[in-house]
């Protein structure tokens, strides 16, 4: 018997996710929530031997000389496993949205018009390195009633496949499809360029990872894409501002972890607190070894810190995403001046201002073109877990269909139903 081809484990994917989708989408919110209690179950019944996994793929990162930031990705900690559970029966807790009529109004013909809640039927999800977004992908798509076709990265190829198995027993534990939820199988690459040009089978695609992943989904797609590109964060500390609490934000928001997308990696600072605040900040910096890309004001101020790490930042460090124990420092006039430099040099993800003035608050909030914007609180909060979404599938920095963490609403379409009692158009 001959292998199957890569197109042909595609398609077969693709066909069996189109079936699926259709049991799901009739599927009662009594079994969804309990394939998420049942998933849940699994994960925490599972740790051990889902260990075992990741560690194969640890091994396989760290001899291919991937950096120790990338590797942190790869974990499978007791945590993350229990972060994980926690996020499918957050989800499993929530409201089920199907179904659901809004807006319901009578027109003048005396028809009722007005949208119902619906899945959208088949997503395709193409990740990177962390493998918890299986679970997260897999447990957003069943309470959402669609389908989905997973492809993680080849670097946790072991670890998703562990995890997609568990998410498949808990389906059909639950009397739902297996197909419901499917892993790409294979890290050839051709399996992508399948995925996002199968518009029969396939409706959203949402590309989660590196700059040029989503740039190359989103030139050869044929399918709607929901992404965004990169997470330039910004931090700005306002006069007048609460200095304490400005140094311990900005230090959560840099520092608690330099991996994800939502950590800051541009601080901007009122000129009337810089000389007050930047020494404070600058020595918690110099301590962790984070380095500081400054502009002359900043570096100035901040060179009378003991065993900081300066550099002069270049008009690329503005726009950077480093992922990494880097972070370029500005010296602004003021709020107007913040808002400007982020609305330029920001990829539109996650931007705060820390402040005691409610104005600058209100005008931040309003004039900061961002999918999220923050007062007095860290960027590391942008995520759907923390934002009471039960779990996200990505952020997403376009203004069509969904924008900012994408939760089971961004996974929902409406369609419009129209209730009469014999109505004719005249």
């Known amino acids: 018997m001959n292998a199957e081809t890569t197109a042909e484990l595609m398609n077969r994917l693709g066909q069996q996710a189109k079936v699926a989708s259709a049991l799901m989408a009739r599927a009662s919110s009594a079994r969804k929530v309990a394939a998420l209690r049942a998933l849940a179950a699994l994960l925490r019944a599972n740790i051990e031997p889902l260990q075992v996994e990741n560690a194969k793929d640890l091994e396989r990162a760290r001899a291919a000389g991937l950096s120790e930031p990338m590797v942190d990705r790869l974990k499978l900690t007791p945590k993350v496993i229990e972060t994980c559970a926690e996020g499918c029966e957050q989800l499993a807790a929530m409201p089920d949205i199907i179904g659901e009529i809004l807006g319901m109004k009578q027109q003048p013909s005396g028809i009722r018009v007005g949208q119902m809640r619906v899945p959208i039927g088949v997503f395709g999800m193409i990740f990177e390195s962390r493998p918890n977004v299986t679970i997260e992908a897999a447990s957003l798509s069943i309470k959402s009633g669609n389908a989905c ?215 931040f909030l309003r004039e900061v073109d961002s999918s999220s914007v923050m007062v007095n609180a860290s960027t590391r909060f942008a995520d759907g877990f923390e934002y009471g979404l039960g779990a996200e599938i990505g952020i997403s920095t376009d203004k069509f269909h969904a924008r900012g963490p994408v939760g089971v609403e961004g996974l929902t379409s409406l369609k419009y139903v129209v209730l009469g009692e014999g109505e004719v158009r005249g």
């Open 149 to 363: 076709i997973l492809r993680g990265g080849s670097e946790a190829i072991e670890s998703n496949k562990a995890l997609a198995k568990l998410v498949q027993q808990a389906l059909e534990q639950s009397g739902l499809p297996a197909d419901a939820v499917q892993l790409v199988p294979t890290t050839d690459r051709e399996a992508v360029g399948q995925l996002i040009t199968m518009p029969q089978y396939v409706d959203v695609i949402i590309p989660r990872g590196g700059k040029g992943l989503i740039e190359r989904i989103s030139r050869d797609a044929k399918v709607p894409v929901i992404k965004h590109l990169d997470g330039n964060c910004h931090t700005y500390v306002d006069d007048p501002c609460d200095i304490a609490m400005a140094v311990k934000v900005a230090d959560n928001a840099k520092t608690q972890k330099y991996s994800p997308c939502n950590a800051t990696e541009s601080l901007l600072v009122a000129r009337g607190v810089a000389a007050e605040f930047l020494p404070k900040i600058g020595a918690i910096y110099a301590q962790k070894g984070v380095e500081m890309r400054c502009c002359p004001v900043s570096k100035a101020i901040l060179s009378q810190v003991s065993g900081a790490q300066l550099k002069d930042a270049t008009e690329q460090d503005w726009s950077e995403e480093y992922l990494a124990p880097i972070i370029s420092v500005k010296v602004v006039a003021g709020v107007d001046e913040a808002i400007a430099h982020i609305n330029r040099y920001s990829s539109g993800h996650t931007e705060a201002i820390l402040t005691t003035d409610h104005r600058h608050a209100q005008q």
